[in-house]
């Protein structure tokens, strides 16, 4: 079965640069969720996008911002990085046509801000 | 505060143990999930529980939502090197109509050939 892709797997950036994280849900999935996980912490809820709509925004800091597509994907757009960016950026989709509080979480993307 | 507290926080046993895993809150969900989270890796959904006092099985482990709805568990039987990875149980915040997951602490288990 196919599953949420998330790219790049791995991201170096300097401080002061930008980043975009993409995540492509699983097909006819609806929503769309961000989370961040630090090193030895779990995952905190950034954002959501239901049928293309921003539906739901937990602790994302005003320098992301984040869209959805016409084909579902996401883009997660990180700008004047720091060094406390530094995590991994999980994606996760969910159906609210099934059980709508599962959720399917992608590999992840990697961001190292050096 | 955190809303979903695990214990142990860290676990390392040889295998073939048992052991359990506990999720406790002082809030009532509707439902709540347990995520298998290997390093590197995204958390992968193990069950779902929806009932107070359901009890569901996957192989070796065992769920269980308590009575009340407050808490969980989790029992892995003959614990397997396999079975090391990081454990998160996880909700959604009643009555906001939101879906987005709040994680608990976590329990790293660690089984030891």
């Known amino acids: 079965a196919a599953g949420v892709i998330q790219s790049p797997r791995h991201l170096i950036k300097e401080k002061r640069e930008t980043a975009t994280l993409k995540c492509y849900p699983i097909?006819?999935?609806?929503?769309v969720y961000w989370y961040q996980q630090g090193p030895g912490q779990d995952p905190q809820f950034l954002i959501s996008?239901?049928?293309?709509?921003?539906?739901d925004k937990g602790s994302i800091p005003d320098r992301f911002s984040a869209q959805q597509f016409s084909d579902y994907h996401s883009e997660l757009n990180m700008s004047s990085l720091e060094l406390g960016d530094s995590a991994l950026y999980f994606c996760?989709?969910?159906?609210?046509?099934?059980?709508?509080?599962?959720?399917?979480f992608g590999p992840g993307t990697r961001l190292t801000v050096l | 505060t955190q809303l979903l507290e695990q214990s142990p926080q860290f676990l390392s046993i040889q295998e073939g143990e048992n052991l359990t895993v506990y999720c406790n809150s002082s809030?009532?969900?509707?439902?709540l999930q347990w995520y298998r989270q290997e390093p590197g890796e995204g958390p992968v959904l193990l069950v779902t529980?929806?009932?107070?006092?359901e009890v569901k099985k996957l192989k070796r482990l065992t769920f269980q939502f308590g009575d009340a709805r407050k808490d969980s568990s989790l029992h892995i039987t003959a614990a397997q090197p396999g079975d090391t990875g990081l454990y998160l149980c996880?909700?959604?915040?009643?009555?906001?109509?939101?879906?987005?997951?709040?994680f608990g602490t976590g329990t790293r288990l660690t089984v030891i050939p």
């Open positions: 996880a909700v959604t915040r009643e009555g906001t109509g939101a879906n987005n997951l709040f």
């Open positions: 097909p006819r999935h609806d929503t």
């Open positions: 996760a989709s969910s159906s609210t046509r099934t059980r709508g509080s599962e959720q399917f």
């Open positions: 996008f239901y049928e293309k709509m921003q539906s």
């Open positions: 809030s009532v969900f509707s439902s």
């Open positions: 529980v929806v009932t107070g006092g």
